[in-house]
């Protein structure tokens, strides 16, 4: 039983991320395209 | 905020001067000078000019001269002093702090010629991560990074690299536009110093422009190694610009050239001055009298744009931007002068009239066009300058690079070196790669053995093992693959090769359409298709720039390499490196051959000329190769833990649910699941190209990312027998279908994967990009149809033999 129960909420958090993603997409945001984040770290001078 | 901002009545400390040459220097001699207060006293009948009061006595600015003196109220450094933690401090000791927040940030811009390592300059200064390669074109717009060198805290921005800044190329004009409206404190011209005496070109440009600037010596370890000697301070003297030597790549000088800058922004750099580069009696006397007409025009918003000179020398190398510049506030003036009831003799354009005439007139004495004559001028004052401070060391890398090229850039030979390249990097992809890959094999396999004694049986455990472990583990074990074909990439960018590919397939891209400078996106795409659709912003050329917009996704991208490596290892043991640089090859051809069809019907403009640049051969550094791979390591591996994840979850749902009411085989419970009923939806479409309704799903769920094709096979291929075994053998040994892959519709599926639609981060960088959401879907539409054919003739070729 609790089994089924964490299962359910693994695959609905899944959707729940999938639709949230999808929606960033269409208002034109790409997703999962690690190369065009910007990652800032501290200048090495 | 800056001073035509405050307030009437307001009293105002100056943090910066902003701006540069006479009016500066008017400004400051004037007492509008860094820690000074500023009463704004009161406002002209029409707002302009305003009345200040400095050092005791009064003068008068205008708005648009004001707009140019950085400024920190007295208000806010009241409210400042209340928010310091220690209320002991004396009013002077605030107005101190506030300036050093205030007035110690340094705009930097970051220009050169292409290729000449601003970029991983940049990326050294400011731990920034921009893309770097051995070749033109990388950087397509302006990107800024903040970091802190002493007191001071650096805004820099990383710019296009351009040759000159005369409004001949989009980036030429993006340089200049981006110098005159952001009026940067200082810029650095970083200089390839191997290429000196062409890189000083663009610092002949930047002096007329009459900016401050600094010159970075970029990879001067090379120009020691050849033996050359630099006399870069006497050169320095001479042009009135401090040369710092540096070498990017390693950190070496930064902390010279930062304090320099430091010093240039304080006005206090020995070296430092304007000069006037001297183009000979004639066009001097020409510039005067175009300066004479501008300044009869006399409005400080022009010269505090541009500075008369570099406009009356732009004029006289008829640059249409500066004249459609010069025509348009020459016309504001009068306008504003009859509003002033002050009548104005000169006719708006008299500017333009009078630059006309001085080029017939030059023309005539020179029996050439202006803008050569001052082009040889500029080198003429490169030249004499480097003469009196370079002195060669007989070692001629540029006779190596020439030697090596003589073979890899060879009509004949090019090509075959080029496919020996990459058939070697796929052999060492695989080879090399089959080590690491059999013991993440292995741990996954034992992972999913360790677990599945562990726990204990139902919906939790099945999760875990078939859909998280064989999803993501499914995809996880080409990590090596991706990281060891990065390293070649790499190796390949850093060294000159990349720019060498380019050059060897201009001449396909000129029968096909394109030139070769369309190759460089397209070389990027085999990384990943978004930078590779992004980078296409370097081609002037509308038309060219959508067309390569549109065959950039059938440049196979390293998303797509598993799937190559299941297929290949399940059913082209033998010749697994063939295999893949035969997709790749064939990828090529298609992007090709679409070019060539959309030239004929949709582009049909022709091309802009463009001269392909081919820097020397440099030895790649093990940091930077490390870099690069640990770079994609780290993003695959994110990948995995993202969107990986979620899709073998979701597929895992839809292919474990409904439970069935009796007991079935593991193959009949899946094709009665909800994925197996929409796989099954979809099957008569794909049945023709040999595939069942679970490569089917694959390709679906694949729309979102390409390393999804085996994570979704990974979870549909689960058997009852063998969970040790891997997918290759699974897919090898799958005898539940009707439909079981042959060599032939495997190989179709390969290409399937490669041609159909671009996953969903290249459609939507496609949209942005073109503008039009037209050719995205123009270009998933044909991609789609193609790949249906392509699989088609395949599979039926191999149901033929």
Known sequence: ?45 | MNLSEVEIGGVAIITKIIGRGTFRKRIMEMGFIKGKSVHVVKQAPLNDPVEYEIMGYHVSLRKSEAKMIEVVTMEHISKAALEYPNPNLTLDEVIGRELKDHGNIINVALVGNPNCGKTTFYNYASGSKERVGNYSGVTVDAKTAKFTFKDYTFNITDLPGTYSLTAYSAEEIYVRRFITENHPDVVINMLDSSNLERNMFLTTQLIDMDVRVVAALNMYDELEAKGDKLDYISLGKMLGIPFIPVVSNKGKGFGVLFDTIIKIFEDNSPTYRHIHINYGEEIEASVKKIQDKIYLHNDNEILNTLPSRFMALKLLEKDAEIEKFVSQNTVDIQHEHQKQNVTHVDNPSCIIEEAKEEIKKLESIYNADTESVITDRRYGFIGGALKETFKSGGVNTRKRTDKVDYIITHRIWGFPVFLAVIFLMFEATFILGQYPMDWIEAFVEWLGGFIGEQMPEGMLKDLIIDGIIGGVGGVIVFLPNIVILFMFISLMEDSGYMARVAFIMDKIMHKIGLHGKSFIPLIMGFGCNVPGIMATRTLENRSDRLLTMMISPYMSCSARLPLYTVITAAFFTTHQALITTSVYAFGIIMAALTAILLRKTAFKSQDAPFVMELPPYRIPTVKSVLKHMWEKAAQYLKKMGGVILIASIIIWALGYFPRPDKEVDEYTRQENSYIGRMGKFIEPVIEPLGFDWRLGISIFTGVAAKEIVVSTMGVLYQSEESNTESLSEKLKNDKNTSLPLTPFSAYGFMIFVLIYFPCIATATAMIKEAGQKRWAFISIAYSVLMAWIFAFLINMIGKML
Not at chain 1, 15 to 30: C, E, W
Not at chain 1, 34 to 45: D, F, I, W
């Open chain 1, 1 to 45: 039983m609790i089994q089924e129960i964490i299962t359910y909420i693994i695959v609905a958090l899944a959707v729940a991320f999938t639709v949230f993603r999808l929606i960033k997409t269409l208002k034109g945001n790409p997703p999962e395209c690690e190369c065009c984040k910007k990652k800032r770290k501290k200048s090495r001078l």
